[in-house]
């Protein structure tokens, strides 16, 4: 399970059919650029908004049919093209890249989960299209996956985008357990933070587990690469509690140990 960059996109992986990497490739490209302009280096916000509307107009060309001379696009106009991929997806991701630029906090968790929607569950439509297994259970299930990859990593990383000036933990999770806002900056980790972290991995794990009969249904490698995918997941939750939630000091990855616990957990799935 990848959990650095783009933490929720299965990039080429072993499991993955080399007939599909190109196409994995071009659509990785366009979320990790797009995603590199709202995130990365010291543009203004209203640099970072002008590049990403960049983006949009090169998909509306592409819905139009019109050539590409960006390679980028070129390269994702044959993709859409060639598996009839919904362009809808793609906007979602634009749309929660803008909103990276200018909201920086969440006031409750249903604000939370509708940025998730846009910003971690188009890449599993879009893989599930790849596949022509997009129907509505499949989809139901996938999002709930999605969504709670992209939970866990804002648990995994809250000192990381600490520092970018963001909080994704709901405030109004924060208020309930009595936690500061400006805790976040002193990197506490006293009982209160860990109740109200208890919760929040207790929340993303039963996300993950709802959406889980996925991929015992997919069959073949596809099937073979989600379960490693909610097992990662999983794993992350599992280290967030090893140190006691405090991600402050110690970031949870995934080590070549977990490698071992996740295969078994896939297999028993």
């Known amino acids: 399970m990848p959990v650095d960059h783009y933490e929720n996109f299965p990039v080429a992986s072993v499991l993955m059919p080399r007939r599909l990497v190109p196409a ?21 916000p209203a640099e970072r908004l002008a590049a990403l ?4 107009e090169a998909l509306d060309g592409i819905e139009s049919g019109e050539l590409q001379a960006d390679p980028l696009f070129a390269r994702l106009a044959r993709v859409i093209a060639q598996y009839k991929l919904p362009l809808q997806p793609f906007r979602d991701l634009l749309s929660a890249f803008r909103q990276d630029v200018v909201t920086t906090r969440y006031a409750g ?7 998730c929607r846009r910003s971690a569950n188009p890449v599993g439509l879009l893989m599930l299209s790849l596949y022509g297994a997009a129907g509505e259970r499949n989809v139901r299930d996938s999002d709930a996956i999605c969504s709670a990859l992209q939970l866990i990593n804002f648990l995994q990383d809250v000192a990381i985008d600490r520092n970018k000036d963001r909080i994704y933990i709901p405030l109004d999770d924060l208020a309930r357990f009595g936690v500061d806002p400006a805790q976040l900056d002193q990197g506490l980790a006293d009982e209160r933070w860990r109740a109200l972290m208890a919760f929040e991995v207790r929340r993303a794990r039963a996300l993950m ?15 073979w690469e989600l379960r490693l995918v909610v097992q990662g997941g999983l794993r992350i939750l ?7 939630y405090d991600v402050f000091t110690r970031r949870p990855q995934l080590k070549p140990a977990d490698w071992a ?9």
Not at 24 to 44: M, N, P, Q, T, V
């Open 238 to 244: 599992d280290k967030i509690e090893g140190v006691g």
């Open 209 to 223: 587990l709802a959406g889980a009969p996925l991929a015992r249904r997919l069959p073949g490698r596809i099937g």
């Open 261 to 269: 616990v996740m295969l078994w957990r896939a297999i028993r799935m």
């Open 53 to 56: 509307a960049a983006y949009e």
């Open 109 to 115: 968790f249903d604000a939370l989960l509708d940025y």
């Open 24 to 44: 994995i490739e071009a659509i990785y490209a366009f979320a990790r650029s797009a995603d590199d302009l709202a995130d990365e280096g010291d543009a203004a």
